[in-house]
């Protein structure tokens, strides 16, 4: 009972300050929307000559708090909207409302000053997700990567696949697979693999491609960020976190048809209207529809067809409650990509070359016949409501299901040496041989809930400004997915192959039919997957102002992790294991709002169901896995807003990593939990606009990677799972601001990755995806009511591959053209 009321006093002194302070000081509010009525996030709102600001939150709203009595000019600052200023009287004790209504002329506002412009649109100033409170990036000592719909619609993206290369240090590596729980694409980020399993902040997986239809922005949060974020969603890479739109209180959309090469057509839509005269009520629905044949085997066997529906509804009954309550409906059905894997434990040497560029394989060849199809389906259901409990405090509930359902096939290949194709008895170097294989799901369902409950403060200690968030979070992730198949058969690489007639079809015996044939004649192995885990977490993080130039964050999370047992394959235990996550950093502006020296230390964990003998025969269950990182860097907003940019340097440490001993008569494990791995890296993230319609969005990524204290097999090497060390993206667009051409503009930009070996262990050698740089350009016209756009990938026309102990051939050059209505 003691110990309560002393966590209790905190807050009540907290409460009172913020009491005292209110009886004497007054609040600015109100809300910032543009020409459609539509909500302007991540805003800078200031008094002019004063330190006291905010940023807009999602619905486009920000608070001023504390304000001494008095007259005061309010500045509004919006990314590629001129900055504008309206004058306002504060009394002590109330709230003074003002609200902006953000338009290319100031001429529709009444008493608005315009005092310059900023058209550094590719930047977002601010987030309101990555630290679970309202930050601008600036304030924030951790590291995160913004893609905005602005830069989408530019490069006429269709999927969060195609916007995530426009983050430095993120590499994709794996095509998604389409069946239940895998999450969609498998990236790269700081050394570790991460896919995008967050939507708004919360559980939203995919197992598909995901449709850009619905984002409005890509939030990419690096580094371990299990503090806030929990472990079962993220990676000691970071996370991917999809920012979607929301409804807004005037009609308006945009409809879209879309067409090129490979047999691509795309028909979209993006509908936003009121449904009351209040405008309290508002609906938006986003809708997609894609079809693209393979660019392997043309027209032939493999295809995508994909269908995303994505209905929002807002209710704001009055400035102190909103309602959002909205769904992702994911429809598909394709033929999975190529993914080559090599025979573990055959040394790479035995197939006479140990690079991809010098494969055998035929780059246009898929070597599947048609009908193995796979059908996906996710279903998201969200709800959020937010309520201000006071001008200082908010509470944000947050319930989500995310239901994800797959059935079919899935093609895979081994490129099998002379030696493993011949059983040993050819030993010339050499491959000749493609071993064909099939890994179906069947009626694979996973399921995730979660529940999390925020409280959002915005308070005064005494003269520190103190923002904090408490939070309450429960996961819930039922597996019951069923795999089977296994070799269908093994074929030539080469026509001319001994036993093989002239001309033969490597499409042939490999079909949807005859595989069912096969497994109506010999039923396949079994793999289910059928593991329930609770997840019961609480969390706290707080950003202190010491001074107007430096603050501080402390944050903290205590996990509970339930684990029910079941099936992963084989048996696995029931168990559970209680994990704290630390976080802290700093960061102090010898320039106020325009360079930031930042500092974090940011930690993560992955529970890990094993167990495992140690040298004594002594049973053990498995330790979580512990990332700590340390980063440093500088952040700028220079130049009136025209440049900003973020330089970091970051040291991962990975501790308690299983190592394998060796076996018992039984086969268990014996093994000794003392591995590590060590990523550390420096980035550069970057936009400009150094002239009037030209602006610059750039990176550049190194990453050093190695497993230490391990087998002599993977000791000081780095991780096959690892990718490029050096990444680069680059993308430079011009769109005439003036002028009867006003919104044509181009745009040019690409990829640069060095060689990435996805295979690299002492007894096996190296194999290695080459280097690559994969330029794509775009050409628009962006008018009130229409916009045209063409697009070109892979514009020279590249090949190469991406994979982690895989290697997939990604698709040659390829040209879209969309027209779009506007209204």
Request: glycine letters at 10%; proline letters at 4%.
């Amino acid at each position: 009972m003691h110990t309560s009321r002393y966590l209790l006093l905190p807050l009540v002194v907290c409460a009172a300050s913020a009491t005292a302070q209110a009886q004497t000081t007054g609040t600015i509010t109100g809300r910032i929307t543009n020409s459609n009525g539509g909500a302007v996030e991540a805003v800078s709102v200031g008094l002019q000559g004063q330190a006291k600001g905010d940023i807009t939150d999602e619905q486009g709203r920000f608070r001023i708090r504390q304000v001494a009595p008095g007259q005061y000019t309010i500045i509004v600052s919006a990314v590629g909207l001129k900055t504008e200023q309206q004058t306002v009287t504060v009394t002590a004790g109330q709230a003074a409302t003002i609200n902006f209504a953000l338009t290319e002329s100031a001429a529709e506002l009444k008493e608005v000053v315009v005092s310059g412009a900023r058209t550094n649109k590719f930047n977002r100033s601010g987030s309101v997700d990555v630290a679970k409170m309202p930050l601008k990036n600036l304030e924030n000592p951790q590291v995160y990567a913004t893609v905005g719909k602005e830069l989408l619609t530019e490069q006429l993206v269709f999927s969060v696949d195609d916007a995530s290369r426009n983050v430095p240090g993120l590499q994709k590596m794996w095509e998604p697979t389409g069946r239940s729980g895998d999450g969609g694409s498998f990236y790269a980020s700081r050394g570790f693999v991460v896919s995008s399993q967050l939507r708004n902040g919360v559980a939203g997986a995919v197992t598909s491609t995901i449709d850009a239809i619905n984002l409005e922005k890509l939030e990419v949060i690096k580094g371990p960020s299990a503090t806030l974020y929990g472990s079962a969603l993220t990676s000691f890479g970071g996370l991917l976190n999809r920012v979607t739109k929301k409804p807004y209180e005037s009609f308006g959309g945009e409809v879209a048809v879309s067409a090129g090469s490979y047999g691509f057509h795309r028909v979209s839509a993006d509908v936003n209207t009121p449904l009351n005269k209040a405008k309290t009520l508002a609906f938006r629905l986003n809708t997609a529809y894609n079809y693209e044949d393979g660019w392997q085997n043309v027209g032939y066997a493999g295809f995508a067809k994909n269908l995303a529906i994505a209905p929002s509804l807002q209710f704001r009954p009055n400035d102190r409650l909103t309602i959002n309550l909205d769904a992702e409906v994911y429809r598909g059905t394709n033929v999975g990509k190529q993914l080559v894997y090599f025979t573990f434990g055959d040394p790479i040497r035995n197939l006479g070359f140990s690079r991809a560029d010098e494969t055998p394989l035929d780059y246009r060849q898929s070597y599947i016949g048609p009908g193995l199809t796979q059908s996906s389906r996710s279903t998201n259901l969200f709800g959020q409501v937010r309520y201000r409990i006071s001008p200082s405090f908010t509470s944000t509930t947050y319930l989500t299901s995310s239901r994800s359902y797959s059935e079919g096939k899935g093609a895979y290949f081994y490129l099998l040496s002379n030696a493993v194709a011949s059983g040993g008895a050819i030993t010339t170097p050499g491959a000749n041989t493609l071993q064909r294989a099939d890994q179906s799901t069947q009626d694979s369902r996973t399921q995730t809930y979660e529940v999390q409950q925020l409280f959002n403060g915005d308070f005064q200690l005494g003269n520190l400004r103190n923002r904090m968030v408490l939070g309450l979070d429960f996961l819930r992730i039922d597996s019951n997915v069923d795999f089977f198949g296994g070799t269908i058969d093994q074929v030539p690489i080469r026509a001319e192959s001994p036993g093989y007639p002239a001309g033969y079809d490597y499409r042939a015996y490999f079909t949807g039919s005859t595989v069912n044939a096969l497994y109506a004649a010999n039923p396949p192995a079994h793999y289910p997957i059928t593991t329930k885990a609770n997840i019961y977490s609480a969390f706290a993080s707080d950003v202190l102002n010491l001074t107007d130039q430096l603050s501080v964050l402390a944050a903290v999370r205590v996990d509970r992790y339930d684990n029910k047992g079941g099936l992963v394959y084989f048996p696995v235990n029931a168990y559970a294991q209680t994990v704290v996550s630390p976080k802290f950093g700093v960061v102090y502006q010898p320039i106020k709002d325009r360079v930031a020296l930042f500092a974090n230390y940011q930690n993560s964990f992955l529970n890990q169901n094993s167990v495992f003998l140690d040298a004594q025969g002594g049973s053990n269950v498995t330790r979580p896995q512990r990332a700590n990182q340390w980063e440093g860097g500088v952040k700028l907003d220079a130049a009136g807003g025209r440049v900003s940019a973020t330089v970091s340097y970051y040291d991962i440490r990975v501790s308690n990593i299983l190592r394998t001993l060796g076996y018992n008569a039984a086969g268990a494990t014996i093994g000794v939990q003392d591995a590590s791995q060590w990523s550390r890296g420096a980035e550069l993230n970057l936009t400009a606009n150094p002239l009037p319609g030209l602006n610059i969005v750039g990176g550049f990524a190194y990453n050093y990677s190695v497993v230490v204290n391990t087998s002599d097999d993977l000791n000081g090497l780095r991780p096959e799972t690892a990718s490029s060390p050096y990444l680069a993206n680059a993308w430079v667009s011009y769109r005439q601001p003036a002028g009867p051409l006003r919104g044509l503009g181009v745009g040019l930009g690409g990829n640069y990755a060095s060689d990435n070996k996805i295979v690299n262990r002492v007894s096996l050698g190296s194999f290695t995806l080459p280097e690559y740089t994969v330029l794509n350009a775009s050409v628009f016209y962006d008018l009130p009511h229409y916009r045209f756009s063409a697009k070109v990938d892979n514009l020279t026309d590249k090949k190469y591959w991406i994979g982690y102990t895989t290697m997939n051939a990604q698709k040659l050059r390829s040209i879209v053209g969309s027209v779009a209505y506007k209204f």
